[in-house]
């Protein structure tokens, strides 16, 4: 099962149709904390976790973390229409393995590549 | 029994004016130039709204320069957002009627955000325009988690410019819930005017 997370609506609804129509289950959130809460009901049953960096009420370099803290094997993928900040990325992200980086506006072929290449 | 929390909480609600977009937009439109207003709004598609129907109706209509520093969404995507409500992008940032920057180059770029705005003010007075409107999203500094320096920043400056400039801060609600109660109403009180837009 897949985690996606991006504020704006209309992306992480868009995304979610995408993996799914790739055979994948798929939950959706456009608050962060509300993610979290999810994940932390039941972290074993996601094997993905895929957020959006710019977000209100938390960042996604500090969703990241805390969905690690939970479940520190968890796989995840940033996803950004921005440039990665390096300064920022690395003092929330110091030592956490980021397991791919997609560039928005992204194609669900680019995106089924990547899921292909990490699982 | 009424606690503490929610006491604190009604009195910042009583200072914001809730309106919707439409109506939020007819306040900016009057707005004095050196006026410096605070703005909570609750999602990208009622901020999309809300910035397009004033850029048109400053820009097309009141001879005015605009200023855009989005954080939520990149500025191609603002472009985007203009060019389908009718205003004609190319056109005016090619004469600089209207400056479209990321928010986060705009306050952690390395000229200070303020110099900048000065020389845009001069500039648009030379080139015959009344005046310029800034539309600033600070979610730029919630991301980078500098709460208080976004306080020391807003409370550095006036709460009326001394120049033909609009000044409106965009807070997203899920952001200035972050602030503390006591941060909030510096934040209000600071702004000459406090607005809340509902979604329609």
């Not at chain 1, 094997?47 to 959006?52: A, G, K, Q, T, Y």
């Not at chain 2, 020389?119 to 030379?126: E, F, P, T």
């Amino acid at each position: 099962m897949l985690l996606v997370v991006d504020d704006d609506c209309d992306i992480a609804s868009l995304i979610k149709m995408g993996i799914e129509n790739m055979g994948f289950s798929v939950s959706s959130f456009t608050d962060p904390l509300l993610a979290i809460e999810e994940f932390r009901k039941k972290p074993s049953d996601y094997e993905l976790v895929i957020s959006d960096v710019r977000m209100p009420n938390m960042n996604g370099y500090e969703f990241v973390k805390q969905v690690k803290e939970i479940n520190p094997k968890i796989e995840v993928i940033l996803m950004t229409a921005f440039e990665i900040e390096d300064k920022e990325f690395h003092r929330i992200l110091p030592s956490i393995k980021i397991d791919g980086f997609l560039q928005k506006p992204f194609s669900m072929s680019k995106l089924n590549d990547i899921l292909k290449e990490i699982r | 029994m009424v606690s503490n929390i929610s006491l604190m909480d009604c009195a910042i609600q009583g200072l914001l004016e809730n309106h919707y977009v439409n109506e939020a937009v007819n306040q900016l439109i009057q707005a004095e130039y050196c006026s410096h207003y605070l703005i909570v709004y609750p999602d990208l598609t009622t901020l999309r709204e809300m910035y397009s129907k004033y850029i048109q109706k400053q820009i097309n209509k009141n001879n005015e320069t605009i200023l855009i520093n989005p954080f939520y969404e990149t500025t191609d995507s603002v472009r985007q957002i203009l060019s389908k409500n009718g205003i004609n992008v190319s056109k005016y940032e090619k004469e600089k009627g209207l400056v479209i920057i990321d928010s986060l180059k705009e306050f952690f770029g390395s000229q200070p955000d303020m110099l900048f705005k000065r020389n845009l003010v001069s500039y648009a007075k030379q080139t015959g325009k009344n005046g310029i409107s800034i539309i600033g999203d600070i979610g730029a500094y919630p991301h980078k988690s500098k709460h208080n320096d976004l306080v020391d920043y807003e409370l550095s400056l006036p709460t009326e410019f001394d120049v033909d400039m609009k000044g409106f801060c965009l807070y997203h609600q899920k952001d200035f819930n972050k602030f503390s109660d006591k941060q909030k109403q510096e934040l209000i009180i600071h702004h000459g005017k406090a607005l809340k837009i509902e979604s329609s």
